[in-house]
């Protein structure tokens, strides 16, 4: 059983910066990739970046440019920089863990961030 946990969400002005982290226990070579996904009210989760462990990283169209994921190995930690925010940012960002073999999910407990003037 992995653990997965968030935090760093919080309420920002249109056009600020707020880093998420993630913390997930156990080794990072016992993932297979590591991400971010959100669900603002009404919708469905969509993916935000997902990097996989050893590959590469991919983000969706409409963070492109503005987020980055970046990964401390020897803590188990993905972080999420996000910059440039919109208030169509404005979602619950869920990390996720995808395990090594069995490729079974694993999710945090969803961290608020609400991009309001």
């Known amino acids: 059983q992995v653990q997965v946990v968030e935090s760093g969400g919080g309420l920002v002005q249109p056009g600020g910066s707020l880093r998420l982290s993630c913390t997930a226990s156990g080794t990072i070579s016992s993932f297979f990739a590591m991400g971010w996904y959100r669900q603002a009210p009404g919708k469905q989760r969509e993916l935000v970046a997902i990097?996989?462990?050893?590959?590469?990283?991919n983000y969706a169209d409409s963070v492109k440019g503005r987020f980055t994921t970046s990964r401390d190995n020897a803590k188990g930690t993905v972080h999420l920089q996000m910059n440039s925010l919109k208030p169509e940012d404005t979602a619950v960002y869920y990390c996720?863990?995808?395990?090594?073999?069995?490729?079974?999910?694993?999710w945090g407990q969803g961290t608020q961030v609400t991009v309001s003037s």
């Open positions: 996720n863990v995808v395990e090594a073999g069995s490729y079974h999910h694993y």
């Open positions: 990097n996989i462990v050893g590959g590469s990283t």
